[in-house]
Protein backbone atom coordinates (compact mmCIF):
# COMPACT_ATOMS: atom_id res chain seq x y z
CA UNK A 1 0.00 0.00 0.00
CA UNK A 2 0.80 3.75 -0.18
CA UNK A 3 3.29 4.50 2.20
CA UNK A 4 3.36 8.01 4.39
CA UNK A 5 6.94 8.72 6.37
CA UNK A 6 6.13 10.91 9.22
CA UNK A 7 8.42 12.89 11.12
CA UNK A 8 9.95 12.91 13.39
CA UNK A 9 8.99 9.73 15.41
CA UNK A 10 8.82 11.24 18.81
CA UNK A 11 9.52 14.61 20.55
CA UNK A 12 9.63 16.24 23.87
CA UNK A 13 7.29 19.51 24.25
CA UNK A 14 7.67 22.13 27.15
CA UNK A 15 5.14 24.37 28.36
CA UNK A 16 5.02 27.07 25.79
CA UNK A 17 7.05 25.76 23.29
CA UNK A 18 5.46 25.33 19.46
CA UNK A 19 6.48 22.47 17.98
CA UNK A 20 5.82 20.97 14.44
CA UNK A 21 6.18 18.07 12.73
CA UNK A 22 5.29 16.65 8.89
CA UNK A 23 4.26 14.01 6.95
CA UNK A 24 5.48 13.00 3.31
CA UNK A 25 4.36 10.91 0.29
CA UNK A 26 5.87 9.66 -2.43
CA UNK A 27 2.72 10.04 -4.45
CA UNK A 28 -0.13 12.35 -4.90
CA UNK A 29 -3.05 13.09 -2.74
CA UNK A 30 -5.66 15.44 -2.60
CA UNK A 31 -6.88 14.76 0.88
CA UNK A 32 -4.57 14.82 4.22
CA UNK A 33 -6.39 14.23 7.50
CA UNK A 34 -4.50 14.95 10.99
CA UNK A 35 -5.26 12.78 13.95
CA UNK A 36 -4.55 13.05 17.37
CA UNK A 37 -4.82 9.77 19.39
CA UNK A 38 -4.98 9.26 23.34
CA UNK A 39 -3.71 6.33 25.42
CA UNK A 40 -5.90 3.40 24.83
CA UNK A 41 -8.45 5.61 22.69
CA UNK A 42 -9.25 5.94 18.90
CA UNK A 43 -7.84 8.85 17.05
CA UNK A 44 -9.93 12.22 17.08
CA UNK A 45 -9.62 14.21 13.99
CA UNK A 46 -7.95 17.28 14.17
CA UNK A 47 -7.66 19.28 11.33
CA UNK A 48 -8.74 18.01 7.21
CA UNK A 49 -7.15 19.80 4.42
CA UNK A 50 -8.95 19.59 1.12
CA UNK A 51 -6.76 22.35 -1.72
CA UNK A 52 -3.05 22.04 -2.02
CA UNK A 53 -1.33 25.26 -0.26
CA UNK A 54 -4.42 25.44 2.12
CA UNK A 55 -3.67 26.11 5.54
CA UNK A 56 -5.83 25.83 8.21
CA UNK A 57 -6.04 26.33 11.83
CA UNK A 58 -8.20 24.34 14.80
CA UNK A 59 -6.88 26.71 17.92
CA UNK A 60 -3.80 26.41 18.64
CA UNK A 61 -2.92 23.66 16.00
CA UNK A 62 -2.42 24.81 12.66
CA UNK A 63 -1.60 22.32 9.26
CA UNK A 64 -0.95 23.17 5.76
CA UNK A 65 -1.48 20.92 2.60
CA UNK A 66 1.58 21.24 0.64
CA UNK A 67 1.37 22.84 -2.71
CA UNK A 68 3.06 19.54 -4.10
CA UNK A 69 0.51 17.55 -2.60
CA UNK A 70 3.15 15.39 -1.56
CA UNK A 71 3.25 16.77 1.89
CA UNK A 72 1.81 18.25 4.78
CA UNK A 73 3.25 19.62 8.24
CA UNK A 74 0.94 20.08 11.50
CA UNK A 75 1.95 22.94 14.24
CA UNK A 76 1.23 23.14 17.76
CA UNK A 77 1.59 26.82 19.02
CA UNK A 78 2.05 27.38 22.66
CA UNK A 79 1.96 23.80 24.16
CA UNK A 80 0.20 22.84 26.74
CA UNK A 81 0.49 18.91 29.02
CA UNK A 82 -3.03 18.30 27.03
CA UNK A 83 -0.69 18.52 23.76
CA UNK A 84 0.86 14.72 24.55
CA UNK A 85 -0.18 11.99 22.53
CA UNK A 86 0.41 10.47 19.39
CA UNK A 87 -0.62 12.44 16.27
CA UNK A 88 -1.29 11.04 13.02
CA UNK A 89 -1.14 12.32 9.57
CA UNK A 90 -3.56 10.28 6.80
CA UNK A 91 -4.16 10.66 3.51
CA UNK A 92 -7.88 9.36 1.78
CA UNK A 93 -7.08 7.01 -1.32
CA UNK A 94 -9.99 5.36 -3.76
CA UNK A 95 -13.10 3.72 -1.66
CA UNK A 96 -12.51 6.66 1.15
CA UNK A 97 -10.05 4.25 2.67
CA UNK A 98 -7.22 6.03 4.89
CA UNK A 99 -3.79 5.44 4.97
CA UNK A 100 -2.20 6.49 7.82
CA UNK A 101 1.76 7.46 8.81
CA UNK A 102 4.00 6.26 11.08
CA UNK A 103 3.00 8.55 13.97
CA UNK A 104 4.65 11.52 16.01
CA UNK A 105 5.06 10.43 20.02
CA UNK A 106 5.25 14.20 22.02
CA UNK A 107 5.84 13.35 25.49
CA UNK A 108 6.75 16.24 28.07
CA UNK A 109 10.04 17.34 29.28
CA UNK A 110 10.37 15.92 32.31
CA UNK B 1 -25.37 10.67 22.14
CA UNK B 2 -24.02 9.43 18.19
CA UNK B 3 -21.10 7.76 18.05
CA UNK B 4 -19.08 4.30 17.65
CA UNK B 5 -19.57 1.66 19.91
CA UNK B 6 -16.96 -0.90 20.09
CA UNK B 7 -17.15 -4.00 22.96
CA UNK B 8 -15.52 -5.34 24.92
CA UNK B 9 -12.57 -2.64 25.98
CA UNK B 10 -10.30 -5.62 26.69
CA UNK B 11 -10.46 -9.63 25.54
CA UNK B 12 -8.27 -12.37 26.16
CA UNK B 13 -8.18 -15.25 24.58
CA UNK B 14 -6.51 -18.61 24.25
CA UNK B 15 -4.61 -19.70 21.23
CA UNK B 16 -6.55 -21.49 18.60
CA UNK B 17 -9.76 -19.96 19.34
CA UNK B 18 -11.72 -17.45 16.96
CA UNK B 19 -12.70 -14.65 18.78
CA UNK B 20 -15.35 -11.98 17.23
CA UNK B 21 -15.03 -8.25 18.14
CA UNK B 22 -18.15 -5.85 18.22
CA UNK B 23 -18.51 -2.80 16.64
CA UNK B 24 -21.78 -1.16 16.55
CA UNK B 25 -22.43 3.00 15.03
CA UNK B 26 -25.48 5.29 15.40
CA UNK B 27 -24.54 7.73 13.63
CA UNK B 28 -26.76 6.32 9.94
CA UNK B 29 -23.45 5.65 8.38
CA UNK B 30 -22.27 3.99 5.19
CA UNK B 31 -19.42 2.91 5.19
CA UNK B 32 -17.53 1.36 8.09
CA UNK B 33 -13.89 0.11 8.65
CA UNK B 34 -11.38 -2.29 10.87
CA UNK B 35 -7.90 -1.16 11.76
CA UNK B 36 -5.45 -2.69 13.57
CA UNK B 37 -2.83 -0.90 15.51
CA UNK B 38 0.41 -2.65 17.26
CA UNK B 39 2.47 -0.33 19.77
CA UNK B 40 4.17 2.06 18.47
CA UNK B 41 3.23 2.05 15.19
CA UNK B 42 0.02 3.24 12.67
CA UNK B 43 -2.76 1.86 11.62
CA UNK B 44 -3.35 -0.75 9.25
CA UNK B 45 -6.92 -1.43 7.24
CA UNK B 46 -7.76 -5.03 7.90
CA UNK B 47 -11.43 -4.52 5.87
CA UNK B 48 -13.84 -2.09 4.69
CA UNK B 49 -17.47 -1.95 3.88
CA UNK B 50 -19.19 0.75 1.48
CA UNK B 51 -22.61 -0.38 2.08
CA UNK B 52 -24.49 -2.71 3.51
CA UNK B 53 -24.12 -6.68 2.36
CA UNK B 54 -20.76 -5.95 0.96
CA UNK B 55 -17.24 -5.52 1.86
CA UNK B 56 -13.58 -5.45 0.49
CA UNK B 57 -10.11 -6.58 2.02
CA UNK B 58 -7.57 -4.13 3.38
CA UNK B 59 -3.96 -4.74 3.58
CA UNK B 60 -3.52 -6.75 6.33
CA UNK B 61 -6.92 -9.18 5.60
CA UNK B 62 -5.49 -12.75 5.86
CA UNK B 63 -6.75 -14.26 9.24
CA UNK B 64 -9.67 -12.06 9.73
CA UNK B 65 -13.62 -12.22 8.73
CA UNK B 66 -16.08 -9.96 8.57
CA UNK B 67 -19.68 -8.99 8.08
CA UNK B 68 -22.28 -6.31 7.43
CA UNK B 69 -25.73 -7.71 7.45
CA UNK B 70 -27.05 -4.28 9.10
CA UNK B 71 -26.02 -0.66 8.33
CA UNK B 72 -25.41 0.20 11.73
CA UNK B 73 -22.90 -3.23 12.48
CA UNK B 74 -19.71 -4.24 11.13
CA UNK B 75 -18.28 -7.23 13.68
CA UNK B 76 -14.74 -8.54 12.69
CA UNK B 77 -13.90 -11.94 13.53
CA UNK B 78 -10.44 -13.10 14.30
CA UNK B 79 -9.54 -16.58 13.49
CA UNK B 80 -6.89 -18.98 14.34
CA UNK B 81 -5.26 -18.43 11.04
CA UNK B 82 -3.91 -14.84 12.32
CA UNK B 83 -0.30 -15.31 13.40
CA UNK B 84 0.03 -12.14 15.45
CA UNK B 85 -3.66 -11.31 16.55
CA UNK B 86 -2.47 -9.67 19.56
CA UNK B 87 -3.10 -5.90 18.76
CA UNK B 88 -5.09 -2.47 19.59
CA UNK B 89 -8.43 -2.97 16.88
CA UNK B 90 -9.94 0.02 15.82
CA UNK B 91 -13.67 0.25 13.82
CA UNK B 92 -14.41 3.72 11.93
CA UNK B 93 -17.27 4.79 9.92
CA UNK B 94 -18.15 7.64 7.65
CA UNK B 95 -20.80 8.87 5.96
CA UNK B 96 -20.68 10.37 2.04
CA UNK B 97 -17.37 10.38 0.22
CA UNK B 98 -15.98 13.58 1.94
CA UNK B 99 -16.68 12.85 5.32
CA UNK B 100 -13.31 12.06 7.74
CA UNK B 101 -13.43 8.58 9.09
CA UNK B 102 -15.05 8.92 13.22
CA UNK B 103 -13.38 6.29 15.46
CA UNK B 104 -14.65 4.00 18.01
CA UNK B 105 -12.25 3.88 21.57
CA UNK B 106 -10.82 0.30 20.24
CA UNK B 107 -11.06 -3.43 21.43
CA UNK B 108 -7.57 -4.54 22.96
CA UNK B 109 -7.19 -8.16 22.29
CA UNK B 110 -4.67 -10.47 23.95
CA UNK B 111 -3.61 -14.09 22.97
CA UNK B 112 -2.03 -16.07 24.93
Known amino acids: GQQLNQSPQSMFIQEGEDVSMNCTSS?????WLWYKQDPGEGPVLLIA?????ELTSNGRLTAQFGITRKDSFLNISASIPSDVGIYFCAVKAAGNKLTFGGGTRVLVKP | DGGITQSPKYLFRKEGQNVTLSCEQN?????MYWYRQDPGQGLRLIYYSQIVNDFQKGDIAEGYSVSREKKESFPLTVTSAQKNPTAFYLC???????????FGNGTRLTVT
Open chain 2, 92 to 102: ASSGDYNSPLH
Open chain 2, 27 to 31: LNHDA
Open chain 1, 49 to 53: LYKAG
Open chain 1, 27 to 31: SIFNT
